[in-house]
Nanobody, 116 residues
Framework: QVQLVESGGGLVQAGGSLRLSCVAS????????MYWYRQALGKPREWVAA???????NYADSVRGRFTISRDSAKSTTYLQMNSLKTADTAVYYC??????????WGQGTQVTVSS
């Protein structure tokens, strides 16, 4: 069984930074892709960033240049460094693991609130 636990959310002023972490436990060896999503109140969940085991990363246009996804395989942890935060970035942030295109797992989410 795979479990994902996010942390690092909080309250920050616009222009500030936060780093989210997603720790994975369980059987996660092999080809996989880690994603970050977010869901603002009253809005659908949206994809933010992705990192695959081949080293490729990709970002939504709304965060490209401000957010950076990275992985520490030794710690089974994926990070989302968020800089130049805007009030529009306020949301619950979730990590998702896709294992070899077969199985998907979600974390419980961490709240990020950006004040003006």
């Amino acid at each position: 069984q795979v479990q994902l636990v996010e942390s690092g959310g909080g309250l920050v002023q616009a222009g500030g930074s936060l780093r989210l972490s997603c720790v994975a436990s369980g059987s996660i060896s092999g080809i996989n892709t880690m994603y970050w999503y977010r869901q603002a109140l009253g809005k659908p969940r949206e994809w933010v960033a992705a990192s695959s085991t081949d080293g490729r990363t990709n970002y939504a246009d709304s965060v490209r240049g401000r957010f950076t996804i990275s992985r520490d395989s030794a710690k089974s942890t994926t990070y989302l460094q968020m800089n130049s935060l805007k009030t529009a970035d306020t949301a619950v942030y979730y990590c998702k693991l896709n294992l070899a295109g077969v199985s998907e797992y979600w974390g419980q989410g961490t709240q990020v609130t950006v004040s003006s």
